[in-house]
């Protein structure tokens, strides 16, 4: 039988996962404030590594990971997520997220706010 | 490569002192010192760089544009009408195939399933879909791939740009299971190909570098989706070669990880189980095992004799037990995180040549005491008929090589790329090689065919950068 219209279920089926993701957070940012190529990279691109165990990459907003690695402030964070550090590769693999997208989601993936963390901004 | 497996997680390394077993010192790096540092700083608020998972390419695109329709797509090809643009996927190739100066395109969001057929066994699936999305969404459908490669971050556009494959003497790469496919040229118009209809440009789209158009869609073959049994299990590599012919025959994926300086090998066997098997693993696995090798290594040394003694003791001692299983569904069996940063080189040479090319690379390790613990790939897949894959009009034995990003890779792969010459090998679009468009031209019998098709699709080689301007051959002329 042929199926149509596929893309669009499997593209409803992507964001709702990443709108639970989001929605499991105790995070400063809530899914409403992602746009949908936000929340497409975060369901189909950086969860594949931050919502999963074993690829030791820290679980999204999971404080205790993600403090450590916030030790140098937010913007280190932003740094490391463009030009990689670590196991994590550059942009995350992402092709299209600009520095605004990037910003977002690290505060996502994070769960951290700028705000709450020391204000170097060298890396 | 070895960290799929947790080959040393009960060994004794993690207790060696800094002075090392024996007594010995360090191991000489000898003059490899961490690779090249790249350029690409960021700067918040200033042009962003693109760069690749390897961290061995980059670049600074002057536009950036992520399509999410081929209507968007072709408009904004049209009116980006007069400069140079690449598209690209995951970043996932270590050659410099993607970076430009001019417009990147990504297809990321241009993603998912469009339609299936089951009772034709095929699946139309957009081009920027990522391989570990495209398993388990054929799966609902109760289909999957005849194979997969070895690591699935990458979009299906990409994959099939470069004949990405997996393992399995009677399997073909990715670009072989594709029966139809969608490129938006660069003058902003999309044309459908397949073996019927421009089946010239099909032959040369299945594996065309990106350099001919943008890969919207693709028609793939599928097959009813199934589980596979994996087991891993380290054993000596004479034994394993001396048995390779049976190994290709009577395993539906064959594959090893030779390990340099040893006499071992940590093999690979993988087939088919009933649907109704239960989901079975057997042993941990640790993406990241493989520094842990290093760490062995390094504080042995891998000095005459005692070191190297030392080390393939290490080895052996680790490996004893350390088999596993793991069984589920095929999309989920066959691919693995592989978390460690590396670079790769990878030929493939003709499948009957390759335990000589791996004797060889191996006998050259030792002898020059090359300071490398990657182990060394070894794979089969079958001949196809498309005009750059590695497998064209011959089937196939892929070696590959790999370094730590953080170790210099150029000694180690100048050292053995003579050695995959020596046996014809052609090399991965994707990874790491030296060659130029004269010797292309003699390892595949199509190359001026697909240079001929790509001049006709993009004469103002708008779709080229350096790296393919050189790649072939257009050096000087209007496209330089």
Not at chain 1, 59 to 67: P, R
């Amino acid at each position: 039988m042929l199926v149509t219209s596929v893309y669009t279920q499997f593209f409803r089926y992507l964001t709702l996962l990443a709108a639970g993701l989001i929605g499991s957070f105790s995070a400063p940012v809530q899914a409403a404030e992602l746009t949908a190529r936000e929340a497409y990279a975060l369901g189909q691109i950086c969860s594949y590594c931050h919502a999963r165990t074993g690829t030791t990459a820290p679980i999204i907003a999971d404080t205790q990971q993600w403090q450590r690695r916030a030790e140098n402030g937010f913007e280190a964070l932003v740094h490391n997520t463009v030009v990689g550090i670590g196991n994590m590769p550059p942009l995350g693999t992402c092709g299209y997220c600009t520095e605004t997208e990037i910003r977002n989601l690290v505060k996502v993936i994070s769960g951290l706010t700028p705000e709450a963390l020391p204000q170097n901004s060298t890396p | 490569m070895i960290n799929r497996r947790n080959l040393i997680k009960k060994s004794f390394i993690g207790s060696l002192g800094t002075g090392g077993l024996l007594g010995l010192s360090a191991c000489e790096k000898s003059s490899m010192g961490p690779a090249a540092p790249l350029s690409y700083e960021f700067t918040a608020g200033k042009p962003m760089p693109w760069i690749n998972w390897a961290k061995n390419q980059g670049c600074f695109p002057a536009k950036r544009i992520a399509p999410q329709s081929e209507d968007e797509l072709c408009e904004l090809l049209k009116a980006n009408h007069s400069s140079r643009m690449r598209p690209v996927g995951a970043g996932h190739s270590f050659s410099a195939i993607v970076p430009t100066e001019g417009t990147l395109i990504s297809t990321d969001l241009l993603n998912g399933i469009i339609s299936t057929d089951s009772q034709a066994n095929t699946a139309r699936v957009w081009g920027g879909t990522r391989l570990h999305q495209l398993g388990p969404a054929l799966d609902s459908y109760g289909l999957a791939l005849t194979n997969w490669p070895d690591i699935n971050y990458q979009t299906l556009a990409g994959a099939i740009s470069t004949s990405t494959h997996g393992s399995g003497a009677a399997l073909g790469s990715l670009s072989s299971m594709v029966n139809e496919l969608t490129i938006a040229t660069p003058a902003g118009e999309l044309i459908t190909c397949s073996a019927s209809t421009r089946p010239e440009l099909f032959n040369a789209a299945r594996c065309g570098l990106g350099a001919l158009g943008i890969i919207t869609q693709v028609n793939l073959d599928t097959t009813a989706a199934f589980n596979l049994a994996q087991t891993t299990a380290v054993e000596p590599l004479a034994d394993v070669l001396n048995n390779i012919d049976q190994e290709k025959e009577r395993n539906r994926h064959f594959e090893f990880l030779a390990f340099p300086h040893t006499s071992q090998a940590l093999v690979v066997r993988t087939n088919p189980i009933d649907a109704a098997a239960p989901i079975t693993t057997f042993g941990e696995e640790d993406p990241t095992a493989i520094y842990q090798i290093r760490e062995a290594y390094q504080k042995l040394g891998i000095l005459p004799l005692v070191g190297e003694y030392a080390y393939q003791k290490v080895i052996d001692f680790a490996a004893d037990g350390a088999e596993t299983l793991t069984s589920g569904p095929s999309y989920s069996v066959l691919t693995h995180d592989r978390v460690v940063p590396f670079r790769e080189m990878e030929y493939t040479v003709p499948a009957d040549a390759g335990p000589a090319c791996l004797e060889e690379i191996l006998s050259r390790i030792a002898r020059k005491k090359i300071p490398v613990i990657f182990p060394i790939e070894y794979r089969y897949t079958q001949q196809d008929n498309i005009w750059l894959s590695m497998f064209c009009e011959q089937a196939g034995c892929s070696i590959s090589i790999h370094q730590f990003a953080d170790e210099d890779y150029r000694e180690y792969f100048a050292e053995i790329e003579p050695i995959f010459r020596k046996y014809a090998g052609r090399p991965h679009w994707g990874k790491l090689h030296t060659l130029g468009s004269q010797a292309l031209s003699e390892l595949y019998p199509h190359w001026a065919d697909f240079l001929a098709v790509r001049n006709s699709i993009d004469p103002a080689g708008r779709l080229l950068n350096e790296h393919l301007t050189e790649l072939f051959g257009l050096t000087g002329n209007a496209h330089g």
